[in-house]
Protein backbone atom coordinates (compact mmCIF):
# COMPACT_ATOMS: atom_id res chain seq x y z
CA UNK A 1 0.00 0.00 0.00
CA UNK A 2 2.04 2.96 -1.04
CA UNK A 3 1.91 5.96 -3.49
CA UNK A 4 -0.64 7.21 -1.38
CA UNK A 5 -1.20 11.16 -1.65
CA UNK A 6 -0.27 13.20 0.65
CA UNK A 7 -3.80 14.55 2.77
CA UNK A 8 -4.84 16.79 5.76
CA UNK A 9 -4.29 13.91 8.60
CA UNK A 10 -3.88 10.49 9.21
CA UNK A 11 -7.11 8.74 9.16
CA UNK A 12 -7.46 10.80 5.56
CA UNK A 13 -4.39 9.03 4.47
CA UNK A 14 -5.31 5.67 5.80
CA UNK A 15 -8.51 6.17 4.37
CA UNK A 16 -6.81 6.89 0.50
CA UNK A 17 -4.33 4.05 1.14
CA UNK A 18 -6.77 1.58 1.77
CA UNK A 19 -8.98 2.66 -1.21
CA UNK A 20 -5.74 2.98 -3.36
CA UNK A 21 -4.90 -1.14 -2.23
CA UNK A 22 -9.13 -1.88 -2.61
CA UNK A 23 -8.30 -0.59 -6.22
CA UNK A 24 -5.14 -2.57 -7.45
CA UNK A 25 -7.23 -5.22 -6.20
CA UNK A 26 -9.80 -4.80 -9.61
CA UNK A 27 -13.66 -4.31 -9.36
CA UNK A 28 -16.38 -6.77 -7.69
CA UNK A 29 -14.01 -7.93 -4.59
CA UNK A 30 -16.15 -8.70 -1.29
CA UNK A 31 -15.86 -6.45 1.59
CA UNK A 32 -12.82 -6.13 3.05
CA UNK A 33 -12.20 -4.80 6.87
CA UNK A 34 -8.91 -3.74 8.46
CA UNK A 35 -7.69 -2.58 11.80
CA UNK A 36 -6.15 0.68 11.87
CA UNK A 37 -2.88 1.06 14.70
CA UNK A 38 -0.43 3.56 15.03
CA UNK A 39 2.64 3.22 13.18
CA UNK A 40 4.67 4.44 15.88
CA UNK A 41 3.58 2.39 18.61
CA UNK A 42 3.50 -0.62 15.86
CA UNK A 43 7.04 -0.41 15.43
CA UNK A 44 8.05 0.18 18.40
CA UNK A 45 6.38 -3.25 20.33
CA UNK A 46 6.27 -5.25 16.72
CA UNK A 47 9.52 -4.44 14.73
CA UNK A 48 9.43 -7.56 13.32
CA UNK A 49 5.59 -7.23 12.15
CA UNK A 50 6.54 -3.32 10.99
CA UNK A 51 9.09 -4.74 8.86
CA UNK A 52 7.21 -7.23 7.64
CA UNK A 53 4.46 -4.62 6.46
CA UNK A 54 7.16 -2.34 5.02
CA UNK A 55 7.31 0.36 7.82
CA UNK A 56 10.53 1.68 8.30
CA UNK A 57 11.86 4.30 10.58
CA UNK A 58 10.97 6.74 7.87
CA UNK A 59 7.19 5.72 8.15
CA UNK A 60 5.38 8.52 8.92
CA UNK A 61 5.62 8.91 13.07
CA UNK A 62 2.33 10.27 13.63
CA UNK A 63 0.61 8.18 10.88
CA UNK A 64 -1.81 5.32 10.81
CA UNK A 65 -1.03 1.50 9.34
CA UNK A 66 -4.36 -0.67 8.14
CA UNK A 67 -3.76 -4.24 8.77
CA UNK A 68 -6.49 -6.53 6.94
CA UNK A 69 -8.18 -8.65 9.13
CA UNK A 70 -9.49 -12.34 7.90
CA UNK A 71 -12.16 -12.22 4.80
CA UNK A 72 -15.31 -10.88 5.85
CA UNK A 73 -18.48 -13.79 5.61
CA UNK A 74 -20.37 -13.10 2.50
CA UNK A 75 -22.82 -15.72 3.91
CA UNK A 76 -23.44 -13.03 7.04
CA UNK A 77 -25.12 -9.39 6.46
CA UNK A 78 -22.62 -6.96 7.11
CA UNK A 79 -24.34 -5.56 10.48
CA UNK A 80 -24.74 -8.84 11.80
CA UNK A 81 -21.05 -9.39 11.38
CA UNK A 82 -19.76 -6.38 12.47
CA UNK A 83 -21.85 -6.86 15.92
CA UNK A 84 -19.37 -9.66 16.24
CA UNK A 85 -16.24 -7.55 16.54
CA UNK A 86 -14.56 -6.69 19.75
CA UNK A 87 -11.34 -5.34 18.98
CA UNK A 88 -8.25 -5.53 21.37
CA UNK A 89 -6.89 -1.99 22.95
CA UNK A 90 -4.01 -1.71 20.31
CA UNK A 91 -6.45 -1.11 17.39
CA UNK A 92 -7.11 2.78 17.36
CA UNK A 93 -9.28 2.18 14.69
CA UNK A 94 -11.21 0.64 12.06
CA UNK A 95 -12.24 0.62 9.10
CA UNK A 96 -14.45 -1.10 6.04
CA UNK A 97 -14.20 -1.56 2.12
CA UNK A 98 -17.12 -2.41 0.36
CA UNK A 99 -18.85 -2.16 -3.30
CA UNK A 100 -22.52 -1.14 -3.95
CA UNK A 101 -24.61 -0.08 -5.80
CA UNK A 102 -26.11 3.51 -5.72
CA UNK A 103 -29.32 5.31 -7.61
CA UNK A 104 -29.25 8.78 -7.88
CA UNK A 105 -31.19 11.10 -5.45
CA UNK A 106 -33.75 12.10 -8.45
CA UNK A 107 -34.48 8.03 -8.64
CA UNK A 108 -35.66 7.93 -4.85
CA UNK A 109 -39.31 9.09 -6.16
CA UNK A 110 -39.31 5.79 -8.49
CA UNK A 111 -38.52 3.23 -6.16
CA UNK A 112 -42.07 1.18 -5.71
CA UNK A 113 -43.84 0.56 -2.16
CA UNK A 114 -43.36 -2.28 -0.18
CA UNK A 115 -41.10 -4.15 -2.05
CA UNK A 116 -38.91 -6.93 0.00
CA UNK A 117 -35.06 -6.36 0.26
CA UNK A 118 -34.75 -8.59 -2.51
CA UNK A 119 -36.63 -7.54 -4.83
CA UNK A 120 -35.55 -3.34 -3.91
CA UNK A 121 -32.34 -5.26 -4.82
CA UNK A 122 -33.04 -6.68 -7.88
CA UNK A 123 -34.62 -3.30 -8.56
CA UNK A 124 -31.82 -0.84 -7.90
CA UNK A 125 -29.61 -3.74 -9.79
CA UNK A 126 -31.66 -2.96 -13.32
CA UNK A 127 -32.14 0.70 -13.10
CA UNK A 128 -30.74 2.50 -15.72
CA UNK A 129 -29.12 5.09 -13.65
CA UNK A 130 -27.10 2.84 -11.21
CA UNK A 131 -24.21 3.64 -10.17
CA UNK A 132 -21.44 0.66 -9.10
CA UNK A 133 -19.52 2.65 -6.00
CA UNK A 134 -16.60 1.38 -3.58
CA UNK A 135 -16.88 3.07 -0.07
CA UNK A 136 -14.24 3.33 2.31
CA UNK A 137 -14.85 4.28 5.41
CA UNK A 138 -12.61 4.54 8.47
CA UNK A 139 -13.93 5.09 12.34
CA UNK A 140 -11.37 6.07 15.21
CA UNK A 141 -11.74 5.42 19.05
CA UNK A 142 -11.79 8.79 20.04
CA UNK A 143 -14.56 9.58 16.95
CA UNK A 144 -12.45 10.44 14.31
CA UNK A 145 -14.07 9.64 10.74
CA UNK A 146 -13.57 9.79 7.28
CA UNK A 147 -14.71 8.03 4.19
CA UNK A 148 -13.45 7.63 0.30
CA UNK A 149 -16.30 7.26 -2.92
CA UNK A 150 -15.02 5.49 -5.95
CA UNK A 151 -17.57 5.25 -8.88
CA UNK A 152 -16.59 2.61 -10.96
CA UNK A 153 -17.21 4.35 -14.06
CA UNK A 154 -14.73 7.05 -12.98
CA UNK A 155 -12.38 4.39 -11.35
CA UNK A 156 -8.99 6.97 -10.87
CA UNK A 157 -7.46 8.45 -7.65
CA UNK A 158 -8.42 12.00 -8.95
CA UNK A 159 -11.73 11.06 -8.68
CA UNK A 160 -12.31 9.85 -5.50
CA UNK A 161 -14.15 11.85 -2.82
CA UNK A 162 -13.40 12.09 0.67
CA UNK A 163 -15.50 13.26 3.48
CA UNK A 164 -16.43 12.34 7.49
CA UNK A 165 -20.18 11.85 6.81
CA UNK A 166 -20.28 10.36 3.46
CA UNK A 167 -21.74 7.47 4.51
CA UNK A 168 -22.80 8.06 7.94
CA UNK A 169 -24.75 4.58 8.35
CA UNK A 170 -21.96 2.63 8.10
CA UNK A 171 -19.47 4.84 10.01
CA UNK A 172 -22.12 4.02 12.91
CA UNK A 173 -21.79 0.59 12.65
CA UNK A 174 -17.97 0.41 12.39
CA UNK A 175 -18.31 2.93 15.67
CA UNK A 176 -20.32 0.38 17.43
CA UNK A 177 -17.89 -2.16 17.57
CA UNK A 178 -15.77 -0.18 19.91
CA UNK A 179 -18.45 0.38 22.67
CA UNK A 180 -18.11 -0.92 25.41
Known sequence: ??????????????VLEIDEYASGLGWDQPARLFALVDTARLRAQEPSLATQLGLDDESEAAGLTPIEQDEVPADKALDEFLGTIAWPDAVVGCALTVERLMLPPSAEAQVPKGLSEAKLAKWVAEHP???????????????????????????????VLTGPELVPGLAEALAATFAD
Open 1 to 14: MSNTPMAANPLTRA
Open 129 to 159: ERQEVRMTVAVLRDGGRESALRLREKDSSTE
